[in-house]
């Protein structure tokens, strides 16, 4: 069982840049792939970046590229999202997700664990 807790969410203007994190515990977390997926209210849970165990392989989505970064701490156990260059149309809830896996999906049916989100609201 992994559990995930994110945290770093707000309220920014456009333009600006926040910092999410997401925290793992639980046995052998260090060995998942971590992403990021985003949920706009009656829109459908969308993939926004991932990241592999190492840190050694990243995947955006295109929506995001060249705005967002993720990375992974040393102990590789906490993912990080910067967002700059936000947009209110990046306005969502964002869920952190786990999945035991080499390799990374964009698909959300293949994370095994989720956090319970956190709120990213940008005003235009």
């Known amino acids: 069982q992994v559990q995930l807790v994110e945290s770093g969410g707000g309220l920014v203007q456009a333009g600006g840049s926040l910092r999410l994190s997401c925290a793992a515990s639980?046995?052998?977390?260090?060995?998942?792939?971590m992403g990021w997926f985003r949920q706009a209210p009656g829109k459908e849970r969308e993939f926004v970046a991932a990241?592999?165990?190492?840190?050694?392989?990243?995947n955006y989505a295109d929506s995001v590229k060249g705005r967002f970064t993720i990375s992974r701490d040393n102990a590789k156990t906490t993912i990080f999202l910067q967002m700059n260059s936000l947009k209110p149309e990046d306005t969502a809830v964002y869920y952190c997700?786990?999945?035991?896996?080499?390799?990374?999906?964009?698909?959300?049916?293949?994370?095994?664990?989720w956090g319970q989100g956190t709120q990213v609201t940008v005003s235009s």
């Open positions: 639980g046995r052998t977390a260090a060995t998942y792939v």
């Open positions: 990241i592999n165990w190492s840190g050694s392989s990243t």
């Open positions: 997700a786990a999945d035991l896996a080499i390799f990374i999906s964009t698909q959300s049916n293949r994370y095994d664990y």
